[in-house]
């Protein structure tokens, strides 16, 4: 985590969306010359995440909650399906850990790669549109 300690989730995501958006139109540049944005932003989305973009007191409530066999207050599909990942993880590895120290777990566990950035590809995009317009207005200042 190194330089990222002060930065929020949220700024985590946001530079890592952007990150994988730019690997990604690497990748396909080199298969695809001619790719489009709309292209390169699905592939993305469908990527590997650097890790779980969640803090560690929800993913404590809600792997408690799940723990408790409670039903999670979470409407969104793609957050629901992240503590479920969060959850089997921490379940396989929690049975080997004193009891003392289970949540430790999950300190690690949401730093771990995630399958995914558990993002709808129009919140993906819209994090991309905003950061790229956001640059090219400041770019334009300077």
Do not use: H, W
Not at 60 to 80: A, H
């Amino acid at each position: 985590m190194n330089n990222r300690i002060n930065c929020s989730v949220r700024e985590m995501r946001k530079q890592d969306v952007i990150n994988s958006f730019y690997e990604s139109y690497k990748k396909l540049k080199k298969s695809k010359p001619f790719t489009t944005q709309n292209e390169v932003i699905e592939y993305a989305v469908k990527s590997e995440a650097p890790r779980f973009y969640v803090t560690f007191e929800n993913a404590r409530r809600f792997i408690s909650l799940l723990s408790r066999k409670k039903k999670l207050p979470i409407v969104n599909e793609n957050k629901l399906e992240m503590y479920k990942e969060i959850y089997r993880r921490y379940t396989k590895q929690a049975k080997d850990c004193n009891k003392r120290y289970k949540y430790l777990i999950l300190e690690k566990i949401i730093e771990e790669p995630a399958p995914s950035f558990y993002l709808e590809e129009e919140t993906f995009r819209g994090i991309i549109y905003k950061t790229l317009r956001s640059r090219n207005r400041n770019f334009a200042i300077n």
